[in-house]
């Protein structure tokens, strides 16, 4: 029903953007700085109510959150000069609100992996787009997942459905895609392979001979793809797993991000990169297939949104949070020169960018999840 998915999806947006901007409230009180109002979502407003010096609102367009803090975003010189306004506050304050929507995205997170990895038995698994890439946290293992299987295939015949991992073969363990593919490319007898469903942990096994195609290939018809278990071990690795496993996600989306920018500059094309990027009707995709899933992976996609829009916010693009704090650090060394006129400006040409890109990534999106979106 696909009412039913939009609710689902405006209720996951609205969580991840509601934590973002709380980060920033949070930061402007704890540094006693005036907040006019806190929302979520863009006007019409659609209910409002004042509570002390701040007007709360839902907004009818929920595809984002709005804090109005005293001073902060426009050039009044009158308002700098009240004790309680943003510019009337030192650098490690201001860096403080700047950045209290990243921090609190990854805290959001990293409650939500806490709650997924206990009642896991302390172990996650991933699909990888990198290769060869190491979590830094926890230990980690690699096998190959079934991606999909060609109509009539021998792998088909023998059974092996989409989703399945592959855990062994002939009692050897499988931990990377070469060594799946070399083992069907040496094996000429019949190979028994160990798999469990990625959706439901049924674990089975399934036996299949592979095609030699020519005198070097073993075929089966499958595509393969890579998933990765992470397994919290030690005493103090059950501890901090949630904030570890944020970590873990952080570093792999900044290593994700550089892969890309390399990809992009490396074909002189930004095909590799915007291909990557989502937007709201992306992510309604995205949203619409985990539900289906079920409540574990709708809260695994939660917390991997949150720590998604923490790691985008601090991308150097101006009116973004991490540009917003680079200019801080700027303005420190010589206020003068990096003004609030000229991070207005900087701000204003930044925030059309940002809107010209996010109407060109919803148009890629709908038609790069087309299928999706409109599949009832």
């Known amino acids: 029903m ?12 609205s969580i991840v953007v509601f934590v973002h901007e709380f980060g ?33 609102f839902l907004g009818a367009l929920p595809f984002g959150g709005y804090n109005k803090i005293y ?79 060609v109509k009539d295939s021998l792998a088909e015949k023998s059974g092996i459905k989409s989703g399945d991992i592959v855990l062994s073969a002939n009692n050897q363990s499988i931990n990377s895609i070469d ?13 028994t392979l160990s798999l469990i469903d990625h959706q439901t942990n049924e674990k089975r096994t399934a036996e299949i001979a592979p095609v030699l195609e020519g005198s070097s290939r073993g075929i089966v018809g499958v595509a393969l793809g890579e998933m990765s278990y992470l397994e919290y071990k030690t005493f103090w690795d059950k501890v901090f797993c949630g904030f570890s496993h944020s970590y873990n996600f952080v570093h792999y989306s900044v290593v994700a991000i550089g892969s ?10 930004m095909d590799p990169l915007a291909q990557s990027m989502s937007g709201p009707v992306g992510i309604f995709a995205i949203t619409k297939v985990v539900s289906q899933q079920g409540l574990v992976p709708l809260i695994n996609l939660i917390a991997l949104l949150s720590v998604a829009l923490g790691v985008s916010n ?54 790069q999840f087309k299928d999706i979106i409109f599949k009832l």
């Not at 609030?340 to 038609?367: P, R, S």
Request: charged share 20%; hydrophobic share 50%; proline share 4%.
């Open 260 to 269: 890309l920018i390399g990809q992009s500059i490396d074909q002189k094309t």
């Open 179 to 191: 060594e799946f593919v070399n083992l069907l490319d040496q094996e000429k007898n019949k190979i």
């Open 71 to 149: 001073g902060m975003d426009e050039n009044d010189p009158e308002k700098d000069k009240a004790p309680y306004a943003y510019e009337n506050k030192n650098y490690w304050a201001k860096a403080l609100i700047c950045l209290g929507g990243v921090i609190m995205n990854i805290i959001f997170a990293a409650f939500l992996f806490y709650f997924l990895i206990i009642g896991s038995g302390f172990k996650m698994s991933q699909n990888m787009i990198l290769e060869n890439y190491h979590f830094p946290l926890g230990t980690q293992t690699n096998h190959p997942i079934i991606i999909n299987v």
């Open 24 to 56: 920033h409230f949070l930061g402007a009180k704890l540094t006693k700085v005036k907040v006019e109002e806190f929302g979520i979502g863009f006007p019409p407003k659609i209910w409002k109510r004042k509570i002390g010096e701040t007007e709360y």
């Open 2 to 13: 696909i009412i039913f998915d939009i609710l689902i999806f405006i209720l996951v947006l």
């Open 314 to 367: 601090l991308i150097p693009i101006p009116a973004m949070d991490g540009a917003k704090t680079i200019f801080l650090g700027l303005e420190a060394i010589n206020k003068k020169v990096f003004n609030k006129e000229l991070q207005m400006k900087i701000e204003f040409f930044g925030m059309m960018v940002l809107i010209a890109l996010a109407v060109v990534i919803t148009f890629k999106d709908f038609f």
